[in-house]
Nanobody, 121 residues
Framework: QVQLVESGGDLVQPGGSLRLSCAAS????????MRWYRQAPGKQRELVAS???????TYADSAKGRFTISRDNAKNTVWLQMNSLKPDDTAVYYC???????????????WGQGTQVTVSS
């Protein structure tokens, strides 16, 4: 029943900015950590940023100082603000969330469908 829907990916020039959004829907009891991953062609999927329910954040070294992750628990939504974008940021960005559904005694990990970010002149 749970679904994650991502949006905001686009083509942008180096130095530009984008804001990605991921909204969770369904019979959600609680969402713990929410994360953004990315996967570039020919490379492994990597963790970009993570945010706890209490809004504690962590970032990959490549994202520190440029990216900001945030969330709204009431809206079950997480964002990734990306500034000073570089060509190396080009990838498919995936939302990931640890979610408890109503009636479940255990959380499960869920993934969004991915949104393409292309940084190019």
């Amino acid at each position: 029943q749970v679904q994650l829907v991502e949006s905001g990916g686009d083509l942008v020039q180096p130095g530009g900015s984008l804001r990605l959004s991921c909204a969770a829907s369904g019979r959600i009891f609680n969402i713990n950590d929410m994360r953004w991953y990315r996967q570039a062609p020919g490379k492994q999927r990597e963790l970009v940023a993570s945010i706890s329910r209490g809004a504690s954040t962590t970032y990959a070294d490549s994202a520190k100082g440029r990216f900001t992750i945030s969330r709204d628990n009431a809206k079950n939504t997480v964002w990734l603000q990306m500034n000073s974008l570089k060509p190396d940021d080009t990838a498919v960005y995936y939302c990931n969330a640890e979610i408890w559904q109503y009636g479940s005694l255990k959380s499960q990990g869920y993934w969004g469908q991915g949104t393409q970010v292309t940084v190019s002149s």
